[in-house]
């Protein structure tokens, strides 16, 4: 049961990102609605069982682990399961444990992640404006995810900012966002909007910035040269020349980037999505909770689901309707 997991397109699935919680002390405006109702905590796995979940997932060739949410960082006791993935970084199996965080737990927990092994987080971040960052977040506070870019810096760790381009809001600050992580040694990712969960009232085509467009943008003013290199999720990459500063891209919509997919993603509650962008899942916390000493139905049931894992997702935006929707949001999925 440890031989590697092939998805029906030959694609190694080697990179799992998993969500603790569907929590989040933020409310940005394009992941979900400002009252929203969380899972209740009894259908959460425990950390036990997630400890179990990812080492089942490592057993059969998984080597990235990236920690998603909600906020992770807000999860009572996320730390003992950090310290309990260490074993792994250790052993050699896993290249890789790493977290995706809205950075404002970070100066609490920046010193006990890279203790744990973490050496890279990723950062959302869309805007420089202490305004604009309140109103997008609904509850956040700049200074404070600054100050948890300092403290993860001053821990040694590497921080990328992940930054959400979107129309009328951040399209302003595209140069300020680059020059703010050049002189901060920081990399940067701008993702396109996707059309994830009901945000309520919010216009989700018009917050659409292609990333065609942003480059088009960056190429008024720098030399831009297209780079081959891939860090095994779903970015493409770019150089300033003038700078030498690398600048990541994120286009499930303008370019769909499935055809070297080797990524799939576990909610808090055990769901197993092989694809973001398609609502297929499989339940696996029957597999944890029914069989307690035993994990041959739970590897079972992984190989299962690896073996529907679609080509690829159908999100659409270009016929001015957002085609493709998911229903659930980004925060059950996870970030």
């Known amino acids: 049961m440890t031989a590697p997991l092939i998805d029906p397109f030959l694609r190694a699935i080697s990179y799992l990102r998993i969500s603790v919680t569907d929590r989040c002390d933020f409310r940005c405006v394009y992941c979900m609605s400002e009252h929203m109702t969380f899972l209740p905590k009894k259908e959460l796995l425990t950390l036990e069982e997630l400890d179990r979940m990812c080492s089942a997932f490592i057993r059969m060739g998984v080597e990235k682990l990236r920690i998603t949410g909600g906020e992770p960082l807000v999860r009572r006791g996320i730390m003992t399961f950090f310290d309990s993935m ?5 052993s050699g199996a896993l290249k890789e444990l790493t977290l995706t965080t809205n950075g404002s ?10 203790a744990a092994g973490v050496r890279r987080v990723n950062i959302s971040l869309d805007t420089l404006d202490d305004k604009k960052f309140a109103d997008i977040t609904r ?10 870019i300092e403290a993860a810096q001053k ?11 979107l129309k009328g809001f951040n399209e302003d600050e595209l140069f300020t966002l ?11 990712t701008f993702i396109e909007v996707m059309p994830m969960g009901d945000i309520g009232n919010e216009d989700r085509l018009g917050q659409y910035w292609p990333l065609r467009d942003l480059r088009a943008t960056l190429a008024e003013r720098f030399t831009l040269t297209d780079l081959t290199e891939r860090s095994g999720g779903p970015a493409r990459y770019i150089r300033l020349e003038e700078t030498g500063q690398k600048i990541g891209l994120i286009t499930p919509l303008s370019h769909n980037f499935c055809e070297s997919c080797n990524r799939v993603r576990l909610t808090c509650t ?12 499989a339940d696996l916390r029957p597999f944890l909770r029914d069989h307690p000493e035993d994990d041959t139905a739970l590897d079972q049931a992984i190989r299962r689901a690896i073996g529907l894992k679609p080509k690829g997702h159908d999100f ?16 059950h999925t996870g970030g």
């Open 155 to 165: 821990a040694g760790l590497r921080v990328k900012i992940n930054t959400v381009a």
């Open 105 to 114: 737990q970070l100066e609490k927990f920046a010193g006990d992640l890279a």
């Open 86 to 90: 260490s074993r792994h970084l250790d």
């Open 316 to 331: 659409d935006y270009s016929r001015q309707v957002v085609d493709g929707k998911m229903s659930r949001h980004m925060s």
């Open 139 to 148: 509850w956040g506070r700049l200074a404070q995810v600054l100050r948890g």
């Open 178 to 188: 680059a020059d703010w992580c050049a002189r901060s040694d920081m990399d940067l």
């Open 270 to 281: 055990g769901e197993l999505f092989t694809c973001l962008g398609q609502e297929g899942k």
